[in-house]
């Protein structure tokens, strides 16, 4: 059996953060690593942990979640209540996978990290 997908959320609320990482130790095939609530502790994480994903807000208290997603090679979807269509458009400029707007639930992110693990199983074929 493949390992499950490691899932790392930055958001600077503590309580949103972790009732995300419920959220996604719910859904099989993912695990959430320790939340991270600054671009500073996020980058530190991304560098020691390696995950497979990341879950990223947009409001963070040292930099914008938007600048931290230029900088990032990892996968990542976007989290957050920036619902301007310039916060949308540029986080899909920048490479995100997906952007949900909060508040949302548990099925729309459960939906979300099963379109990602399929895009995942995907990308693992051969010839792909």
């Given at each position: 059996m493949?390992?499950?997908f490691?899932?790392?959320?930055?958001?600077?609320?503590?309580h949103v953060a972790k009732l995300h990482a419920a959220y996604v130790d719910s859904v099989a095939g993912f695990l959430a690593l320790?939340?991270?609530?600054t671009v500073s502790l996020a980058l530190q994480s991304i560098h020691s942990l390696r995950p497979d994903l990341v879950?990223?807000?947009?409001?963070l208290p040292d930099a914008s979640g938007l600048d931290l997603l230029q900088q990032l090679d990892v996968d990542t979807i976007?989290?957050?209540a920036a619902s301007?269509?310039?916060s949308v458009?540029?986080?899909?400029?920048r490479g995100a996978l997906g952007y949900l707007l909060k508040p949302f639930t548990s099925e729309a992110l459960?939906?979300?990290?099963?379109?990602?693990a399929r895009y995942r199983r995907l990308l693992g074929q051969p010839g792909a």
């Open positions: 493949p390992e499950d490691r899932v790392l959320i930055v958001d600077d609320d503590f320790a939340p991270v609530g879950l990223l807000d947009v409001y976007m989290l957050s301007d269509a310039a458009r540029t986080a899909f400029r459960s939906r979300q990290l099963r379109t990602y």
